[in-house]
C-alpha cells in the first residue's frame, strides 16, 4: 500500500553546481546545492558547471549554503 502524500507539498528537484569563476561572494571553487532553475541559470552564465552529487558530498566543506531553504522562506513572507 503506498504512502498518502499531502497535496501542498511540493517537490523541487535539485542540482549541484561548482563555480569556475569568482563572482560575487562566491570564490572560484564554491559548491552550491540549488533548485533546478537556478542551477540552469547560473551554469548559463558561464561562471558555474554542473557537478555530480557524489562530488558535492565528498566535498571537506565548512559551511555549505542551501539555497532552497532561503528561497522558501521568502516566499512566506512575500505571502503574509
Not at 53 to 61: I, L, R, T
Amino acid at each position: 500500500m503506498k504512502p498518502k502524500l499531502k497535496k501542498n507539498l511540493i517537490f523541487n528537484k535539485m542540482k549541484c553546481i561548482k563555480a569556475i569563476k569568482n563572482t560575487g561572494p562566491y570564490k572560484q571553487g564554491h559548491l552550491l546545492r540549488v533548485v533546478d532553475k537556478d542551477a540552469d541559470l547560473r551554469v548559463s552564465t558561464g561562471d558555474w558547471k554542473f557537478i555530480p552529487k557524489s562530488e558535492f558530498k565528498g566535498a571537506d566543506v565548512k559551511e555549505v549554503i542551501q539555497e532552497a531553504v532561503e528561497e522558501k522562506k521568502k516566499k512566506k513572507t512575500k505571502k503574509s
